[in-house]
């Protein structure tokens, strides 16, 4: 009887505690006394994995040779008996120098005979473990891919990014240590599988692979079972709207948050009408059983319809997320690179008030950086050091076949590069085309900045015009359209286009969705475009003075016009609406023709 109350007094102490802290944490109205327990459980355990995850980042960044050259050489050894390890001799690497020496840089077409023996459901090919999934690549920049993926990765990046994110988030943000539930704008995809029985499909941030924390999300679970976009993002606004208290709005892009504000526009005021009932609108095209459980998870609530309403009916979109939302405070998605745009609508809009935090830096190929800056604008990325092994090609050597390449510890602050990674899933000395500028170190560790992809440039007279150099120029131009914002663009090479214009020298034509499409932009401000580029870049003024290359020719496309183009890629193509991303640089006439149906001023 003693050593029963002696395990007994401490064990309700330690649960009288629990509760208590449970009790008395900020938490959401749809909250039950289990739910909300669940979601106190989750993110402690992530709070404390983070915390250890962030104290071994910290070692590693201290020396970062040992860290790389360790992770290199023990993936090789792990890989030697494999068919690729053995055709590629890695039992007699022993250096860094050794593997670069015998192993060439390489892109996705050197792996996919590798790939497709691995979809038969051969096993050892290019790792020793076997693949959990087949991850197909948004193919903004080019054709989807297909690459596989461990469940080791999986956990890793879990442990080595997400848990270490968000240590730095509520290190940053201390008010997001509370029991508030997140509204993520995120969708289950359509999965197949490949002829070994594996599922084919996005290895981006889905309900299928967040199992584990959906009870966090202000969504009930049946949600997430609707697989048409459109459906779901109405559940999504729904359950969001009604519960007052939301705490964080995340997407795995801006562009997905503002869509999704531009949606609620449109559904608002049938979503007030739901949430005034309790039920879920019969209009909504889903299955009758998760129309069930959804209106099982929706309380009548006329009051919080009536506050909807109230700031609907205000016209101003300025700070509504705020309005809507009084106890948000934060905003968790991607903001670098062609995601800029979106997040700097969304802090000028929508979301006034909010902060934006970019938490990773990610591909399909797993963790490449972590932003433990958590305030800093433009986001900048640690290199997930443990992660991948990396190597740097100097930008203006990335155009060769097999260029001389830096380490780690050899790169410069305020050069650019492109990347190429050594990953867990069997891609080795890999090209998978991002360019990044090295903006500081962390200890040894570099901090990039993401610039741009390395397919989305323009190239009519061999000046290649980056991504980010046009983005910079046309965003200086537009600011001083004021109160006219730009709402998305795109451009093209003129060699897409059967139109070259009055003269044979070619050209890039510029698609711009402006958030008033009834005022036709002028000559002059078409000008404007030209001529800040031509401050930007010498080598595009010098084709533009010598008449090799003809003006901007520019089409003022009307709005919503760039929602559509994200509806016909996601319908053609691979790609998931969690996937998705512009493209700044149009590469098919298909996706062209979809903007010049749209075209309402040509200059």
Known sequence: ???????????????AILCFDVARRKASSSHTFRS????????????????????????????????????????????????YGREYKFLEIQTR???????PLTYISHYEPYIQQMMKGEEKVLTSRQPVIFAVTSGTSGKSSILPMTKHQGFMFFIQ?????????????????????????????????????????????????????????????????????????????????????????????????LSSFDALYQYWSDIADDIERGEVNLKLNIDESVRKELNAALTPNPQRASEIRDVMKTGSKVGIGKRLWPDCNLILSADSGSFDLPAKILRETYCEGIPIYSPLYAASEGLLGLNIWPKNHPSRYLLAVQSMFFEFIPVEHSTEDQPSTLFMDQVEKGEEYELVITNASGFYR????????????????????????????????????????????LTKTTSAWFPRKLLNYCCVESLLIENKGDSYAPFYHLFLEIDDDSKPLTVDQREMIDKELCSRSYVYESFRNKGSIQPIKVHQVKVGTFEELRKFTIDNSQASANQYK??????????????????????
């Open 1 to 15: 009887m003693g050593f029963l109350k002696g395990v007994l007094t401490p064990v309700c102490g330690i649960s």
């Open 36 to 83: 909300k327990f669940d979601h106190y459980i989750a993110i402690a355990g992530l709070s404390w994995v983070g915390w250890f995850a962030r104290r071994k980042l910290d070692k590693c960044c201290k020396n970062v040779t040992e860290t790389q050259n360790k992770l290199l050489l023990g993936r090789l050894k792990e890989n030697a008996e494999t068919q």
């Open 97 to 103: 120098e050794e593997y670069v020496k015998q192993h």
């Open 161 to 257: 990014g997400i848990s270490v994110v968000y240590h730095s988030l509520l290190k940053t943000f201390p008010e997001n240590n509370n029991l508030q539930k997140t509204l993520k704008f995120f969708y289950t995809p359509k999965w197949r599988k490949s002829e070994c029985g594996i599922l084919i499909g996005p290895n981006s941030s889905s309900p299928t692979n967040s199992k584990h924390l959906l009870n966090i999300y202000s969504t009930p679970k049946a949600g997430f079972e609707i697989l048409r976009e459109p459906e779901a993002l109405y559940v999504h606004l729904l359950f969001g709207l009604a519960d007052k208290s939301l705490g964080m709005l995340e997407a795995n892009f801006s562009s997905l948050i």
């Open 430 to 473: 890999y090209r998978f085309g991002d360019i990044v500028k090295v903006v500081d170190f962390y200890h040894q560790c570099p901090v990039i900045e993401f610039k741009h992809r390395k397919g989305q440039f323009l190239n009519v007279r061999g000046e290649k015009t980056s991504e980010s150099l046009f983005y910079q120029a």
């Open 582 to 603: 512009v493209p700044r640089v149009l590469k098919t006439k298909e996706a062209v023709s979809v903007l010049l149906k749209n075209v309402v001023n040509e200059l």
